[in-house]
Every structure is written in C-alpha cells, then in structure tokens.
C-alpha cells in the first residue's frame, strides 16, 4: 500500500509553482546574466550566495522546485516527482534557444514544459543528487537549483490536520531587491520547533522540508507572482508567508501586468482602529484580519463600495484581543497587506 510522505534531509535550491492554472510570465526583459563566478560552481554556500551554488549580485538566479514524494513500504523504494512551474518557461528562453538540464541522478534535457516533468524512483537507504540548470546557447548557467535527498520518508498526516495552535509561532517575510525578472524571499521563522517545512498551498507540494535553520531564503519568483504558502514546525504549528516590504511592515500590492486598476491606491494609512484610504476612482474594498498564523480572524469591510478622493473609516475590532495581526486590504488593483499591533 502506497501512502504520501516527506522525504527527511531534502535540500533544495529550486523555486517552482506547478500550477497548470498559472500563466506563463510573459515579460520583454533582459533575462541574460554575466559570466558567472567560479565559486557559483563548488558545491558550497558562498558568503554571497543566498542557496548553493545560487542567488545574490555574483550567481544565477535559483530555481526553486515545487515536490511530493511517495514511498512503498512493501516495496522498499520511493518515488519523487518534480515539476518545473509554467512560469519558469519563458518565451525569451526559447527565442535566445535556453535549455534546461537534468544532470547528477536523473539525466534530461527539457525541450517542451512537459519534459521538466520527473517522477524518479530510488532504492530506499540510498541518496539522491538531482541539478537542474538553465543554460543559454553559448553554456553558460543563467539558473541553477539542486536537491540533495538522503530517502528517509516520514508520515505528512500531522501537515494535512494539524492541531497545534501556537500564538508565538510567526514568519517575518522580507521581499529582497531583485532583478528585472525575479526576486527572491527572505523566511525569518519565530518560535516553534524546527525541523520545519515550506508547503504551497495551493498544490500542496512543498518548497523545502526539514529546515532546521530560523532563517530561509525561498526564490527565485518571477516578479508580479503572489505566493501562497505556509510553514509548518515539527509539532505541525502554522503560519502564513506574507511577503513584506524591507523595513516597512508592508506588503507590495500584487497587481497583474496591464491591470486597468494599477494606481488606484493613492495612499493607505491604517491602524489597529482606524483606516484611511485615498483612491482615484470609486471602487469596491474589502479587509480582512489574520492572524499571524494565517487564521481569520474577521472582516472589517466585505465589498464596500467608497467614492474617489480620501475615505477615513473607523474599524470595529472591540472583539480582537491584544496581540499582532495582519491586515489584508483587496481592491481591484490586488492585495496589499500590514502587521498591526492591537493593544
């Protein structure tokens, strides 16, 4: 009988969705990088890298991998699929005639999207090194990601009902300066107890488990993309991954290329009680309250409708407990969220 796992010891410096659901990033940008450095090629984290062999001024950009992994207990194997996201194959890859690799325990050259598709069995007790790299026309690596597995799979049923609740557990999620097709993340874990695990929520695969360091570094992500994920600690403790601006509290509005609303937000203040917003058009708003473990906790605004110019609105939050939350805003210029503390 066959169950769903997660494989203890993985390491991996690929940052993919595998929604089919996901558009391809069609940008006109400069993809290319320079000639990378020596040191991006030695298997060891450089001071200047922000995964192995990837990330930061000097690197190719990471590619991080979106898996699940499946074992037989009867057999004595287990299976690993790996999928390179839709938003990770671009156009301009093709026309500069990129091609992604395979390379280390599983060998393959990518000439479709499909073909990034892996499903690799391994013996039980073995490791497993699987590259990948994008490499352009001349060979150069303008992205690199690795999983390195030592297969031992431990039962993922704590993941799918989880019954911890620790107020104290939280995840300050840095948005770090990119390039002009990607950025990357900066996951500062608070509290719970490591190892931890990295899950997408919406397919539910898994950026990286067993992370035993408070501090992760999740990307490349092409710019405009919204992530959607959660850390989970060794008890199966929760908390949302909120991206926010560096030193603000504040999280970018996630528009989409050509939305006709981008603009619309010409100013937000908001405190704990209180929200002021100024838009250019009259337009429906709704804010919702978390949190800092991704719960909802209410809804201060459902689809209401305001008039151009400055709205200033008192929120009723006399049923919050004193604590920090996270106040999400939606208009239809996207979604911008901020940590509020309540006292």
């Known amino acids: 009988m066959k169950k769903i796992y997660l494989l203890l010891c993985l390491c991996l410096s690929l940052c993919v ?13 400069d993809v290319e990088k320079e000639t990378v450095l020596e040191s991006c090629e030695d298997g060891l984290l450089g001071t200047d890298e922000l995964r192995l062999d990837c990330g930061g001024p000097n690197c190719p950009r990471c590619i991080p991998l979106l898996y699940n992994v499946e074992c037989d207990e009867d057999e004595g194997f ?7 996201p839709a938003f990770w194959w671009l156009e301009e890859f093709e026309q500069l005639n990129y091609v992604y690799t395979y390379s280390g325990d599983y ?10 598709f892996a ?3 391994y013996p039980d007790g073995t490791n497993a090194t699987v590259n990948i790299h994008l490499r352009d026309s001349d060979g150069n690596t303008q992205a690199y990601g690795q999983v390195v597995a030592k297969p031992v799979c431990v039962k993922v049923d704590i993941f799918d009902d989880p019954e911890c609740e620790d107020p104290n557990f939280a995840v300050q999620t840095t948005i770090l300066e990119g390039d002009e ?16 695990a990295i899950r997408d929520n919406v397919t539910n695969f898994f950026y990286e488990v067993n992370v035993e360091n408070n501090e992760y ?15 989970y600690d060794n008890n199966g403790c929760s908390a949302a991954v909120v991206p926010m601006e560096p030193g603000t509290g504040l ?23 209180t929200l002021l917003l100024d838009l250019q058009e009259t337009t ?4 919702n309250v978390y949190t800092m473990n991704g719960a909802l906790v209410g809804s201060l605004l459902n689809n209401e409708r305001l008039p151009i110019g400055q709205n200033q609105l008192s929120l009723d939050t006399r049923s919050f407990g004193q604590g920090l939350y996270i106040y999400q805003l939606q208009t239809c210029e996207g979604k911008v969220s901020q940590k509020i503390l309540k006292q």
């Open 17 to 29: 969705n595998a929604q089919d659901d996901v558009a391809r990033l069609e940008v006109a940008v």
């Open 78 to 84: 287990f299976t690993v699929t790996l999928s390179l």
């Open 107 to 116: 060998n393959n050259e990518c000439f479709i999207l499909d073909d990034c």
């Open 119 to 121: 499903i690799v069995e």
């Open 181 to 196: 097709l990607s950025y990357m993340l900066k996951l500062e874990i608070e509290g719970g107890e490591p190892p931890y």
């Open 217 to 231: 570094y999740l990307g490349a992500l092409p710019n405009g993309f919204e992530i959607d994920a959660t850390v």
């Open 251 to 273: 999280a970018s509005v996630n528009n989409q290329t050509g939305n006709k609303c981008k603009g619309l937000v010409k100013e937000m203040q908001v405190t704990a009680n």
């Open 284 to 287: 429906e708003v709704s804010l």
